[in-house]
């Protein structure tokens, strides 16, 4: 919006021309993004303690000093980050932009899709909501649609194609299964941050790295010069979504200061489904989807934890985890929360690092 409102005044105004740079329209989304969750934060937590007088259910079968340390707590804080990462976005960046509207299509339905499932939680005071069937209707529908929509907004010679991280020359071309690959990576993302989503913190730090490197990776990926040089596929307009990131990133760390141990909110559904749906949206649009593989590593093994547990559980009656997700096993085996989260975070830095290898080494 500022964009558009006084870009075009840069003639009469000459220190109006910075709108033009992406630099600085995403540090403007950032600090925007910030201030939001701060100011919108108290008032959000308060009227959500006063609908959810119990807080989130707590997982009957889950480490059970989390029915002591966390009962009473409020949920749908994704909401702040949401509010936050849509209107600092509105405000900076180009609303022409069709990669822009779908990023903010998948995150905002997929964050209603989280509400439905933590409104549900609240009001019947019961840790399941949505079925799983539902919510994965849900969330391929929309993905599919998105893939859909971005496919026919890409270069044609980058239309249905994979790229490969380290290999410069090599696209796979997929043809109409890139659609179905494009939804699988959103759908898979957005449950991946949603399993990770378990610990004071947890989820939110790793999502900010991760918005952080995509920021970076979309700005190259948009820039013809920066891509010709590190022989990335150019992406003409996918540099906006640095705006977008940028967002995220202000309004992750603004949820942070009210989702620090111990938390006063949590994200629930309604983040956690969101903002994976973010991240994979822009790893398709930016052709890094098998990066975001890497630099969401951490989110990757709490989800194959889950999987290798029920994997086992049903065909040997064993499991190979005293509990799943991966940071729950930790806990069982008497690791501190704050520990948990701390070293799980360096893991994320560490895989962000390795993501960030690929824009250069090829």
């Known amino acids: 919006m500022l964009f558009h409102i006084l870009y075009p005044m840069a003639d009469q105004f000459a220190v109006l021309n910075v709108f033009r740079y992406l630099t600085f329209r995403t540090g403007g989304a950032i600090i925007t993004a910030l201030i939001i969750s701060f100011l919108f934060g108290p008032p959000l937590i308060n009227a ?7 807080g989130q259910p707590i997982r009957d079968d889950g480490p059970e000093e ?3 340390s966390k009962k009473g707590t409020p949920t749908m804080g994704g909401f702040l980050i949401l509010m936050a990462l849509s209107l600092a976005t509105l405000l900076w960046a180009d609303l022409t932009n069709v990669y822009i509207w779908a990023a903010l299509g998948v995150t905002i339905s997929y964050g209603i899709i989280g509400f439905l499932d933590d409104y549900l939680k609240v009001t019947r005071q019961d840790s399941s909501g ?4 539902l919510k994965l209707l849900l969330q391929a529908a929309i993905a599919l649609v998105a893939a859909f929509s971005i496919m026919h907004q890409l270069p044609p010679a980058l239309t249905s194609t994979l790229a490969v991280p380290f290999l410069k020359n090599v696209l796979l071309d997929l043809g109409w ?3 179905l690959f494009a939804a699988v990576v959103m759908v898979g993302s957005s449950n991946a941050v949603n399993l990770t989503d378990g610990l004071d913190g947890l989820a939110i730090v790793p999502v900010m790295i991760a918005a952080g490197v995509f920021t970076l990776i979309a700005y190259l990926v948009g820039n013809s010069v920066f891509s010709g040089y590190l022989q990335l596929h150019y992406v003409p307009g996918a540099g906006e979504l640095a705006i977008f990131c940028g967002a995220l990133v202000g309004g ?3 949820f942070l200061w009210f989702n620090a141990p111990p938390a006063k909110i949590f994200m629930g559904d309604t983040g956690s489904l969101s903002l994976g749906g973010a991240l994979g949206t822009v790893s398709v649009i930016t052709k890094h989807e098998l990066v975001l593989f890497i630099v969401g590593g951490l989110f990757v093994l709490e989800t194959v934890s889950v999987v290798v547990q029920v994997l086992s559980f049903k065909l040997t009656g064993k499991r190979v985890f005293a509990m799943a997700p991966l940071h729950h096993h930790f806990e ?5 929360e704050s520990t948990i989260v701390i070293r799980f975070w360096i893991i ?6 390795a993501g960030l290898s690929t824009l250069k080494l090829r």
């Not at 949505?130 to 069937?133: D, E, H, Q, Y």
């Open 66 to 68: 989390h029915l002591l």
């Open 252 to 254: 992750g760390l603004g």
């Open 130 to 133: 949505l079925s799983a069937k």
């Open 332 to 336: 069982k085996k008497g690791w501190a």
């Open 348 to 353: 994320a830095s560490i895989l962000a690092l």
């Open 177 to 179: 299964v890139f659609v």
């Open 48 to 54: 959500l303690k006063k609908r959810q007088t119990a």
